[in-house]
Structure formats: C-alpha cells, structure tokens
C-alpha cells in the first residue's frame, strides 16, 4: 500500500467557504500531482510540482491553487469554493525518472452546495 | 497532443472466467509508457502492470497480462481466472518517455463487474 494520505475523504461545503485539501506522503517523492475526477470520468491532471517551492498548472484549468513548502506535503486550495467545484480530488506522487510510477492517495470527494 | 481511449464503459465477467479490457491511444513518439491502473470501489487507484513501447515482450504480473499492438496503437489488459476482488473501475494511460513531468494521460475507464 502506498504511504501517501489525503485529507479529509468527504467534505460537502457551503458556496463561498475558503477549503484546503491536504496531501501528504512518507516516500520522499520530489514529484507531486493534482487530478481532478468527475464520477464515471477521466483524470484530469490540474496541478504538478517538480519540487519544493515548484508549482505548474496542468491540462485543465482550476480555479485552485498549490503550494510546496516541504517535500512531503502538497495542500490545494479553494478561495471560495462554488458548486461547479464538485469532484473528486486525487493526489499523486512519484519519484525522478521518468520510469517511476505515480502513487495515488485515496482521493477527497467534495461538494460545494 | 496523446488520447487514450477507452471504448467499453462496462464489462462483466463470470468469476474464474477470461475478461478482455480495451484501450487504444494516439501518439507520435516513438517511445513511451503505458499503464493499467485500477480504482476499487474504496477509491484509491493502483497500478496493475506498466509496459515499455520500446519492448516487444508483452508484460505480465502473475493473472495480469497485456496485448501491446505499437504498430495498431492498441494496449488491451487480460484478466485470467478472475475474481471478485477484480471488480473495479480500469483505466489505461499513457505517459510520455521524454519531459520532467511525468503526466499520465487517462481514457475515460471501463467499470467491471464480476459475478459469483
């Protein structure tokens, strides 16, 4: 089992509210990815980082943001969250090269109301 | 741009029976990786076998195999003797060989049932 966690696994929030989804994983993994999943559908890469305080946007775009302070921990965040921000969010890490698979956290199911 | 597709939304399989999963991609790199990952209803996805395109040898993790077709651009995933536990949703990607990133690109998935 893969030693990366999300947190929390459900959230359902009120339109407007400020949220934080938090990342973290123990492998010491310098990459670091976002995906956004619709129920039935694809993952879609939203955010990446190659390192620490290395941030990119990825394919489709998200009105969230990232930050890479510490290796280890990768939080998104929703300024004002909106019902349009319903999904489900999964992390992901691997390690340099590109022959390294991705791991994947459990994945956050939020709803915005 | 690479597209994976999946074109079987669902698929059911008896248990111990023989399942197929499809997948077909576009690309113009010469090399590459493909995956199967699988998302059990718990949602935490794994994966299940990774191919190299610049190996001809087709891979395989023990009642997982693949039938990777570079020329017709198809990677299929067989399951063998399959099990309940095998009940998941399954999603072929594709990651470039060359780039810092290391992005998968997913097909829309195939849910599979297994009946007892």
């Known amino acids: 089992e893969a030693d990366i966690y999300q947190t929390p696994r459900y959230l359902v929030i009120g339109t407007g509210k400020k949220i934080t989804l938090e990342c973290s994983q123990t492998m010491g993994h310098d990459k670091m990815y976002w995906y956004q999943q619709d129920p039935g559908m694809e993952l879609h890469l939203i955010h990446y980082?190659?390192?620490?305080?290395?941030?990119e946007k990825g394919d489709l775009s998200s009105e969230s943001t990232v930050s890479r302070i510490r290796t280890e921990h990768f939080p998104l965040t929703l300024e004002s969250a909106r019902p349009s921000h319903t999904s489900q969010y999964l992390c992901?890490?691997?390690?340099?090269?590109?022959?390294?698979?991705?791991?994947f956290g459990p994945g956050t199911r939020l709803t915005v109301t | 741009a690479q597209t994976v597709t999946q074109s079987q939304p669902e698929m059911s399989v008896q248990e111990a029976e023989t399942v197929t999963l499809s997948c077909t991609y576009d690309?113009?790199?010469?090399?590459?990786?493909l995956f199967w990952y699988k998302q059990p209803p718990s949602r935490q996805m794994i994966l299940v076998i990774r191919?190299?395109?610049?190996?001809?040898q087709n891979a395989t993790e023990n009642r997982f195999s693949v039938n990777f077709q570079k020329a017709a651009k198809s990677f299929s995933l067989k399951i063998s003797d399959s099990q309940l536990g095998d009940a998941a949703m399954y999603f072929c990607?594709?990651?470039?060989?060359?780039?810092?990133?290391?992005?998968?690109?997913f097909g829309t998935g195939t849910l599979l049932a297994v009946q007892p």
């Open positions: 990607a594709y990651r470039s060989l060359g780039g810092a990133t290391n992005k998968l690109i």
């Open positions: 992901a890490s691997s390690a340099v090269g590109s022959s390294y698979e991705q791991y």
């Open positions: 690309t113009s790199e010469s090399d590459y990786y």
């Open positions: 980082s190659y390192g620490v305080n290395s941030t």
């Open positions: 191919q190299e395109a610049y190996k001809q």
